[in-house]
T-cell receptor, first 119, second 118 residues
């Protein structure tokens, strides 16, 4: 079974600085998808960034980028120029790409990293 | 548009009440999900519907009863809940098995219903 580990329960960053959130996963599969979701306090969970395992190029979305190391099974999220609105719980998630007849694969979440942004 | 809506936003119910949570999406997604989330924890999958058929039930107690009336709607019927069922209930949707690439595998979440069972 696949597992996702986020070893940093809490992190803090100064406004305008850069912070990296770590995520490692364990799988025997070669094809899968990885996601980072952001959940601000009492607010909606939103997708930050996604990565297909077969793509070597790291995904980027504005100030958010990932460092995807397939061999090391590592998928860290870098937030540049941190803003107060980036304060949230960040979840790393894994999803198998294996086809499942008539169904869909589960999203496996890490335990989350609570990011505080200091003004 | 990647919007998933959920009603109500908040719900307080007694242990003998019957209530329902609603979820709606108009993105043409064919997979819909119910999650339960406790504070500062990741969401826990409860049910998955694929093409309006229940495809995954994560051994959820029968006091939770899902229903998918059509491809846009998902309900969660609640009956005789316990205080430990108090949580944030999240609905999500994705394109489903017919999609290709990570876009089809991406789940979009609603804002959730915060449930308190007294």
């Amino acid at each position: 079974a696949q597992t996702v580990t986020q070893s940093q329960p809490e992190m803090s960053v100064q406004e305008a600085e850069t912070v990296t959130l770590s995520c490692t996963y364990d799988t025997s599969e070669s094809d899968y998808y990885l996601f980072w979701y952001k959940q601000p306090p009492s607010r909606q969970m939103i997708l930050v960034i996604r990565q297909e395992a077969y793509k070597q190029q790291n995904a980027t979305e504005n100030r958010f980028s990932v460092n995807f190391q397939k061999a090391a099974k590592s998928f860290s999220l870098k937030i540049s120029d941190s803003q107060l609105g980036d304060a949230a719980m960040y979840f790393c998630a894994y999803r198998s790409a294996l086809p499942v007849s008539g169904a869909t694969n589960k999203l496996i979440f890490g335990t989350g990293t609570l990011l505080a942004v200091q003004p | 548009d990647t919007e998933v809506t959920q009603t109500p936003k908040h719900l307080v119910m007694g242990m003998t009440n019957k209530k329902s949570l609603k979820c709606e999406q108009h993105m043409g997604h064919r997979a819909m999900y119910w999650y339960k989330q406790k504070a500062k924890k990741p969401p826990e999958l409860m049910f998955v519907y694929s093409y309006e058929k229940l495809s995954i039930n994560e051994s959820v107690p029968s006091r939770f009863s899902p229903e998918c009336p059509n491809s846009s709607l998902l309900n969660l019927h609640l009956h005789a809940l316990q205080p430990e069922d108090s949580a944030l209930y999240l609905c999500a949707s994705s394109q489903g098995p017919s999609g290709t690439g990570s876009l089809s595998e991406t789940q979009y979440f609603g804002p959730g219903t915060r449930l308190l069972v007294l």
